[in-house]
């Protein structure tokens, strides 16, 4: 069943983030033409949602060192100084400011991504696709969100010609009701 924020309300309530059902990925392109794709195995968030989008948040967070491309000689390169340094920075954090419903029946999060030790503002479009109960009686929402973040923005101005400054966000998001 797929939902939009304008055909069905809002499920409100305190939602947490099921990893086992989520996931967290991006995606860059090598040499501009060819793209790469990751994904981090290790973040938690949490939804809380009302009727009133003023006093609706989004947060969470992301182990750097969670972050797999298939290939290990290119997730160390990632993890080092020259992109991510999750040696002195082991986490990415992101906190809504604002929530709001577009024209379309989207949801626009807008919010702060800290990467690096370095916030900046992130635009997120977010698709609810459904709200229902589990077979073991919970209540799940899922949604995706998109987004797009500049690598300069964040200090990795490493390689400029190999991989591309613009960083596509993708999230897939499962998550449970709290009681």
Excluded at 50 to 71: E, F, H, P
Excluded at 127 to 146: F, K, N, P, S, V
């Amino acid at each position: 069943m797929s939902v939009t924020a304008t055909s069905t309300p809002l499920p409100t309530g305190t939602w947490t983030v099921d990893p086992a059902q989520s996931s967290v990925e991006f995606r860059a392109s090598h040499l501009g033409i060819s793209p790469v794709r990751g994904a981090f195995g290790e973040f938690e968030g949490t939804l809380e949602l009302s009727d009133d989008l003023a006093r609706a948040r989004a947060y969470g967070s992301v182990s750097g060192a969670s972050l797999d491309t298939g290939n290990e000689r290119r997730d160390a390169h990632l993890r080092s100084a020259a992109f991510f340094d999750v040696e002195r920075f082991p986490t990415l954090t992101f906190e809504s400011r604002r929530l709001r419903r577009l024209h379309d029946g989207t949801l626009e999060i807008a919010g702060e991504l800290t990467l690096r030790g370095t916030t900046r503002p992130v635009a997120l479009t977010a698709e609810l696709r459904g709200a229902e109960q589990d077979a073991r009686g919970h209540q799940r929402l899922a949604l995706e969100a998109t987004g797009r973040l500049k690598r300069a923005d964040y200090g990795m101005t490493s390689f400029k010609v190999l991989v591309s400054d613009t960083v596509e966000l993708r999230f897939e998001i499962s998550a449970v009701k709290e009681a």
